[in-house]
Nanobody, 115 residues
């Protein structure tokens, strides 16, 4: 059974940092493209960052230069390092394959950035 479990969210002031973790089980994160997505209240879910099997990365323009996606093959875990956080980064953050699979969505982890 495939599971992707997010953690690491919290409340942080603008300009602060958080690191999110996505523990993957049932599949190998090293041979699948994994994405971090987020959904803010009243908005559609959006793709924030992707890491490919070859460690290539792609970022949304809104987070480029502030967020870094990475992967530990040994831990089968994907990370999202978020620096210089802004109030507009407030959202529930999810990880999933890229492209996303409907039945792989987890509970997500809430990130709240105060101004």
């Amino acid at each position: 059974q495939v599971q992707l479990v997010e953690s690491g969210g919290g409340l942080v002031q603008a300009g602060g940092s958080l690191r999110l973790s996505c523990v993957v089980s049932g599949i190998s994160a090293s041979i699948n493209a994994i994405g971090w997505y987020r959904q803010a209240p009243g908005k559609q879910r959006e793709l924030v960052a992707t890491i490919g099997s070859g460690r290539s990365t792609v970022y949304a323009d809104s987070v480029k230069g502030r967020f870094t996606i990475s992967r530990s093959n040994a831990l089968n875990t994907v990370y999202l390092q978020m620096n210089s956080l802004k109030p507009e980064d407030t959202a529930v953050y999810y990880c999933n394959l890229r492209p996303a699979r409907d039945n792989y969505w987890g509970q997500g982890t809430q990130v709240t950035v105060s101004s």
